[in-house]
């Protein structure tokens, strides 16, 4: 799926863009980063530090989360007019099938649908090895701005 037919923003905006957008909000404070914005994807890193684990010493899973609604959210904000429409999370699962205790873990959101009303994000998070760490699906309400 081409994320830049399903929107007129993908190709106007930068991954500076992006961070600046995040600045002041949990994801800046947990050190989320935008990495790359793709024709059909978004992807980004997490430390994995004292903001991030949780008291056995390994990322937490809420972390996990933030990562892939962050980057879902994102991604999907990149295919509408935000003159016109916005998007918020509706529900968001994730299966943890590995633990990291240092360094990063790196996400990558792909679209499974792109719809008028909804959209469905895949989000995959590896470990520096390039291991799944946690899968996750995100889906998105597509909300109208009021006139």
């Given at each position: 799926m081409n994320l830049s037919s399903t929107g007129p923003l993908l190709r106007n905006v930068t991954v500076g863009d992006l961070n600046s957008l995040t600045a002041n909000t949990m994801s800046e404070?947990?050190?989320?980063e935008?990495?790359?914005?793709?024709e059909d994807y978004l992807t980004g890193r997490m430390p994995v530090d004292e903001r991030t684990v949780q008291p056995y010493g390994i990322l937490h899973g809420g972390a996990s989360a933030a990562l892939a609604e962050t980057l879902g959210s994102l991604a999907g904000a990149l295919t509408l007019d935000p003159e016109k429409e916005y998007c918020v999370g509706m529900e968001i699962n994730a299966n943890h099938v590995r633990s990291v205790r240092s360094g990063y873990v790196y996400g990558k959101a792909t679209p499974i649908h792109i719809g008028s009303r909804t959209q469905v994000w895949e989000i995959r998070i590896e470990d520096g090895s390039q291991?799944?760490?946690c899968i996750s699906r995100l889906?998105?309400?597509?909300?109208?701005?009021?006139?």
């Open positions: 404070k947990i050190g989320i935008i990495t790359g914005i793709g291991k799944l760490v889906t998105l309400a597509v909300i109208p701005r009021p006139k």
